[in-house]
């Protein structure tokens, strides 16, 4: 059966022709920052606040908000893809690369699976959080990063779909074979290249 | 965003031929049961998840992969349709 | 694939817009013609499917706001940065069409049959549904006893108005306006709290039902205050809103 169309009824936002060679396909340009959630927003208190690396069972390092906070950060501008086919251009976000944290480290793992507070979790191979891919960012826009939108701190990993940016990130756990975390494990791709269209299992 | 079961009405019409608000759950984690309208539901992600309200663990979670719905029900010990 | 085709022909169905009725500024309800409509119970709600001439779609639930026998109509609140709730209540015109879903939701509906007194508390546009399960207690003769509390942001703002206040005398009707007052209002101010109750819920001791709806902070803090005066979880039925 084909939908009849409903006279003047038309999506919200429309991507301009001057952006449209800028995005993946499948994506359309919003201007707001939906929230998306799997489940209730947590509310840690940065005096409870960790992150670790671990392997194994084994934490092999922890920070402490104090001590993240420490550590070297940079201001990036990025595009973000949602794989729910919303792409927001230039946010800007302050955070600590990846391999700060990850370099403090010795190992010689292939993946990571960044685990959250509330039960999230997201893989991605090493190098995909390496070589100024990926940091974990405590500011959006200027502002200290709000809860809902995974604050006080959340993985930013911009070339991959924005799943893989997991909000309220709490570590990673270094592996040597590549784990599902939880979208992949209800049909999303492993990998998830937005420039691929690389949205569910099998793409 | 977190609405109820309610919320999922028409979904879980699609999915299962039938009005499923008012039939019981069971949490395979904590063992509460509530009716689908009494649960948690996380709209609009990549997903449609559906939480415990007493323990928030994950209930079901449903997916539209390639213009089909993906359902997981692992989290239930049971869902009883009410006549 | 053959199956899901069927299914999907028995399930969505056109409905032409048959009037628009402005309730408020920001709501207008809206009357559909729905030639094979199985009939619906109020409380119930539907899914309407909006396709734009590029094949976008979007999806979006409104409760019904007439009873069980009435045609059925929703009434749709704009939501200023919302996709498909300007269209609704601004663009459309008799005559055009959608496709509509349902009517859904066998858990949060009331009939005779379910008993009472009735505990109807609405937070703004929550009280569509609400409005529905008082027309049916109407029109079916019921003497179940009701009462609606209806928070608003003020009186202009207040949804069937002029219906709701016909209810004096067979239903309990109460407004509390969160934001402006009228000059010289003598009703409730301010957001549902315990006090407030305590002057309108039925006593436990009566064995009410609760049906309480609105945006979810607003459900689960007076869902809070009905479970604190000893409502049963079970007798306190919630539905939630949210979205554009």
């Known amino acids: 059966m084909t939908s009849p169309v409903s006279r003047g009824f038309h999506r919200l936002s429309r991507p301009g022709d001057a952006q449209a060679g800028k995005l993946p396909p499948g994506q ?16 840690t208190p940065l005096q409870e606040w960790s992150f670790s690396i671990r392997r194994g069972g084994k934490t092999l390092r922890t920070w402490t908000w104090a001590e993240f906070m420490d550590l070297p950060a940079e201001t990036v501008t990025v595009d973000i893809h949602c794989v729910t086919r919303w792409s927001k251009l230039g946010t800007v976000w302050r955070g600590v690369p990846v391999p700060v944290l990850l370099d403090q480290v010795a190992h010689d793992a292939r993946y990571v699976l960044a685990f959250s507070d509330g039960g999230y979790t997201t893989n991605l191979p090493v190098k995909d959080v390496t070589g100024g891919q990926a940091w974990l960012a405590f500011d959006y826009d200027g502002q200290p990063l709000p809860p809902e939108h995974g ?14 940016s997991a909000k309220w990130v709490r570590g ?8 599902p975390g939880f979208w992949e494990n209800y049909g999303y791709n492993n990998y998830g290249d937005p420039w691929r269209e690389q949205r569910y299992a099998g793409d | 965003m977190a609405l109820d079961g309610n919320a999922i009405g028409g979904l879980l019409l699609e999915i299962f ?16 049961v509530r009716p689908v309208a009494g649960t948690a539901v996380y709209l609009r992600g990549p997903g449609t998840v559906v ?24 989290g239930l010990d049971a869902l009883q349709a009410r006549p | ?104 939701g066998n858990w949060f509906t009331w009939g005779p049959h379910d008993g009472g007194p009735l505990l109807l508390i609405a937070g703004g546009s929550g009280v569509v549904p609400l409005r529905a399960i008082l027309r049916h207690r109407q029109r079916s003769g019921s003497n179940v006893r009701a009462r609606l509390l209806y928070s608003s942001r003020s009186l202009e703002e207040v949804i069937y108005r002029k219906e709701l206040d016909e209810y004096r005398g067979s239903a309990q009707v109460r407004y509390t306006l969160t934001r402006r007052q009228p000059p010289g209002w003598g009703g409730f101010a301010g957001r549902v709290d315990d006090a407030m109750l305590a002057r309108i819920a039925w006593p436990a001791s009566q064995r009410p039902l609760a ?28 539905e939630r809103f949210g979205g554009a």
């Not at chain 1, 359309?28 to 509310?43: C, I, K, N």
């Not at chain 2, 994950?58 to 029900?73: A, E, H, K, S, Y």
């Not at chain 3, 729905?34 to 409760?63: C, F, I, K, M, N």
């Open chain 2, 51 to 74: 939480r415990c309200r007493s323990c928030t663990s994950v209930l079901m979670v449903i997916t539209r992969v390639r213009g089909r719905n993906c359902v997981d029900l692992s």
């Open chain 3, 211 to 238: 049906f309480i709806c609105g945006p979810t902070p607003f459900v689960e803090t007076v869902a809070g205050l009905l479970v604190a005066r000893h409502y049963p979880e079970s007798r306190v039925k919630t």
């Open chain 3, 1 to 104: 694939m053959a199956g899901t085709a069927v299914r999907g022909r028995l399930i969505w169905q056109v409905a032409t817009v048959a009037t628009v009725t402005d309730e408020t500024d920001a709501v207008r309800t809206i009357a559909l013609d729905l030639p094979d409509w199985p009939g619906h119970h109020a409380g119930q709600h539907l899914d309407v499917r909006l396709t734009a001439e590029d094949g976008y779609s979007a999806e979006r639930s409104y409760s019904i706001a007439s009873a069980d026998g009435e045609p059925v109509a929703i009434t749709v609140e704009r939501l200023d940065d919302g996709e498909v709730s300007p269209y609704l209540t601004q663009e459309l015109r008799p005559g055009d069409q959608m496709e509509i879903r349902g009517p859904i």
């Open chain 1, 172 to 179: 990673m756990e270094l592996l040597d074979h590549d784990q």
């Open chain 1, 28 to 43: 359309h340009v919003t201007t707001d920052f939906p929230v998306l959630s799997a489940g209730p927003t947590p509310h």
């Open chain 2, 17 to 32: 031929a039938a009005d499923m608000t008012s039939a019981e759950t069971t949490c395979a984690a904590c063992g509460a």
């Open chain 1, 151 to 164: 604050g006080p701190a959340r993985l930013l990993v911009p070339h991959l779909y924005f799943w893989k």
